[in-house]
C-alpha cells in the first residue's frame, strides 16, 4: 500500500492513465473489428474505408504509448493485404 505523499500521488496517476489508456485501446480494438466485420462481409470499398479510418487510430495509439510502433504496423500491413486479396 502506498505510504508516501508521493506513493499515493503516483498510485492516483497510475489509476488515471490505466483508465485513459484502457479506453483508447478500446477504441482501437473496435476500429480493427470492423475492419474485419467487412473483410468477412467480402466488401471491398467498405473494407477500404474501414481500414482508412482505422490506421491513423492506430497510429495514435503509438503515439500515445498504447501500443508498439512496429505493432501497428503490422497490423496495418496485414490487414491492407487482407484488403486487397478481396478484390483480387
Known amino acids: 500500500m502506498a505510504n508516501t505523499p ?23 480494438r473496435t476500429f ?24 491513423p487510430e492506430l497510429m495514435r495509439g503509438v503515439s500515445k504509448g498504447v501500443m508498439h510502433k512496429n505493432t501497428a504496423s503490422r497490423k496495418i500491413s496485414r490487414l491492407s493485404s487482407r484488403v486487397k486479396a478481396i478484390g483480387a
Not at 6 to 11: E, G, L, P, T
Not at 43 to 51: G, N, P, R
Open 32 to 55: 480493427l473489428r470492423t475492419v474485419e466485420e467487412a473483410i468477412a462481409s467480402g466488401d471491398q470499398e467498405t473494407a477500404v474505408a474501414a481500414l482508412r479510418a482505422a490506421q
Open 6 to 28: 508521493q506513493s499515493k500521488k503516483r498510485a492516483r496517476q497510475n489509476e488515471r492513465r490505466y483508465a485513459v489508456n484502457k479506453a483508447r485501446r478500446s477504441r482501437i
